[in-house]
């Protein structure tokens, strides 16, 4: 009976998410208006409550409805995020009217519970510098974590929409601490290698990447740039509110050891994932207790989580994989 009673939940709700996108298709335009925030209010409201239902398990015609549905709520939010942040920048001080954001409650809690998580697996408690990938016109992330977290933290927003970082930069331009430590790059971040190496954290945002290809595409360029032992935040979605967001599943995360993943039951949407660049060491180095002391001292001092005994060059940490490599050591120096 309860089985039989969770399929008729699954079907009503797939019946009423499919009855918004109906509506929602067939408007002109996704920029803020009464009809439009009337939509996607309801599409929160009847994905937001707990779900047993697997949203990747769906029929051919429901998994083309959710695709679509994830196209049009990132574009909806593109459009309202630049219309608050064009309306925040005519003011002499962005930020003192941010609050006037519709979410950016839900953004606080975001941001705190990020916070939360993230200081549980960093082994620096204050880190240098930040990227946000797809910080888009309003970054709130990056500044609710640099106002109420982090606030020594040098954040680099990426965006591919050169207007949205003009938008974004204005909020903060007028604010003497976060306009120094909120910088912007115009840049696909597929096309940055060695830039990715200098970030202890990098947070990727829900909608860059809308479909499982393109996520993954993103998340194994990541992999292979990012330093080891930095961390990746990413944002997933769990139960309906799949038909939002995209799902991230660990097993898309190649390269990375999933450390843990948290599923919001509030208004926060987005599940949250922190992975960590996995740290390939040979087999003869590992067996060398001296020569794997020596790399993991270089690599806390280059990922600046502490100073080591004897400072040491990148070079010098590539030269001690090769030559314990070549010699083939694998006696426990005393």
Known sequence: MGSLGSCNEEELLIQNVSEIYNNLSTLES???????????????????????????KLSVTDQGIRS???????????????????????????LDHITTFPYYTNYVKLGRLEYTILSNYITNSNPNHIAFIGSGPMPLTSIVLASNHLKATTFHNYDIDVSANALASKLVSADPDLSKRMLFHDTDIMDVTNGLYDYEVVFLAALVGLNKEDKRKVIDHLAKHMAPGA???????HGARGFLYPIVEPSDLPGFEVLAVFHPMDEVINSVLVAQVIVELEKPLLQNKFLYFQVCEISRYYMH??????PCSLEYAAAVIHISSSLNLDADLK
């Not at 961390?231 to 979605?237: K, P």
Request: hydrophobic share 40%; net charge negative; glycine share 4%.
């Open 30 to 56: 996704l920029k803020p208006s009464k009809d439009v925030n009337s939509l996607f209010t309801q599409l929160v409201q009847t994905c937001i409550p707990p779900s047993p239902i697997d949203v990747t």
């Open 68 to 94: 679509e549905l994830i196209r049009l709520c990132g574009e909806a939010e593109g459009l309202l995020e630049a219309h608050y942040s064009s309306l925040l920048g005519a003011y002499d001080d962005p």
């Open 231 to 237: 961390l990746l935040m990413l944002r997933s979605a």
């Open 305 to 310: 989580w502490e100073m080591p005994k004897v």
